[in-house]
């Protein structure tokens, strides 16, 4: 199994541009997030999906959108970017079962910077 | 979520024991103890977690006190690639959707 994964590692994007974060997992788990990391901070939760189809908002949802039209993938999308968009995004799953709501397996990042 | 408190840094020698303390005094009997490690620039990763039991799998062993208001994470013969950030979750089980929120975390510095 490859897990959690997630291109592009690196991206530099002009203010107003828009781009598409990709993840991709292969182990058939139902629950996607999406997570960003500024500098010297922890985990803000931006998006989760509880299914194919079915996806709501975390803490930071503003400037960004996620569609789950599959069970492996769960793509970002930046529209309009912003220099407080800069920061280290980081997809996650995880299995459905009451003992593993807190065993998520991340991916690891996409490194994002608006200039 | 019970709230966590960890020590901000501890500092380790190549090939001791170390153990990451967490309290969580305010924990609910639904609760578990998760354990995250995210070494520089990397994804976080899962290390192990529990309710009451100790527990134990390959990376490190998880005590939790009898009353459960504290934790400790043990990696048993710590390697300089253990230097990293550790993250103590309290998170309760069931079918929440299973936001995770991480604190400030201890940084373990393992040195030769």
């Known amino acids: 199994n490859a897990g959690v994964t997630q291109t592009p590692k690196f991206r530099i994007l002009k203010i107003g541009q828009s781009m598409t974060l990709q993840c991709t997992q292969d182990?058939?788990?139902?629950?996607m997030y999406w997570y960003r990391q500024d500098p010297g901070m922890g985990l803000k939760l931006i998006y989760y999906?509880?299914?194919?189809?079915?996806?709501d908002k975390g803490e930071v949802p503003n400037g960004y959108n996620v569609s789950r039209s599959t069970t492996e993938d769960f793509p970002l999308r930046l529209e309009l970017a912003a220099p407080s968009q800069t920061s280290v995004y980081f997809c996650?799953?995880?299995?459905?079962?009451?003992?593993?709501?807190?065993?998520?397996?991340f991916g690891p990042g996409t490194r994002l910077l608006v200039l | 979520d019970a709230k966590t408190t960890q020590p901000p840094s501890m500092d380790c020698a190549e090939g001791r024991a170390a153990n990451l303390p967490c309290n969580h005094s305010?924990?609910?009997?639904?609760?578990?103890v998760y354990w995250y490690r995210q070494i520089h620039s990397q994804g976080p990763q899962y290390i192990i977690h529990?309710?009451?039991n100790n527990e134990t799998n390959e990376m490190a062993s998880l005590i939790i006190t009898e009353d459960r208001k504290s934790s400790t994470l043990i990696l048993p013969h710590a390697t300089l690639r253990d230097t990293a950030v550790y993250y103590c979750?309290?998170?309760?089980?069931?079918?929440?959707?299973?936001?995770?929120?991480f604190g400030q975390g201890t940084i373990l510095t393992v040195h030769p």
């Open positions: 999906s509880v299914g194919a189809g079915i996806t």
């Open positions: 305010t924990i609910s009997g639904n609760e578990y």
């Open positions: 996650a799953s995880r299995d459905f079962s009451g003992a593993s709501v807190g065993t998520q397996y």
């Open positions: 182990m058939n788990h139902n629950y």
């Open positions: 529990g309710l009451k």
């Open positions: 979750i309290v998170r309760a089980g069931g079918t929440s959707y299973g936001k995770l929120t």
